[in-house]
């Protein structure tokens, strides 16, 4: 908010497997950052990561998802 970003990015690259609390923090992060005014993009999720949110309800619908940093970083880049 201080700086107006217009978007978070968060990089889940590395991250092999989530429980249920932790997706569902990661969800409120991407909701939080829809609050605050700015778009949430999330690159780098492996699929165990993705199957552990959507079994929890915790994938965020308004999320934009990219397969890599470098790509989520050019949406923004280039829009």
């Known amino acids: 908010m ?3 970003a217009r978007c978070g ?8 497997a989530i429980d249920a609390a932790t997706a569902d923090h ?6 939080a950052v829809a609050l605050l005014g700015a778009e949430s993009r999330i690159c780098g999720i492996q699929p165990a990561v993705a199957r552990a949110m959507t ?17 989520a970083l050019m949406s923004v880049i280039r829009p």
């Open 55 to 71: 079994a929890v309800d915790a994938a965020p619908a308004d999320a934009k998802t990219y397969s890599t940093m470098r790509s």
């Open 9 to 16: 990015i968060l990089d889940h690259a590395g991250v092999e």
């Open 26 to 31: 990661l969800a409120k992060i991407s909701r």
């Open 2 to 4: 201080r700086t107006q």
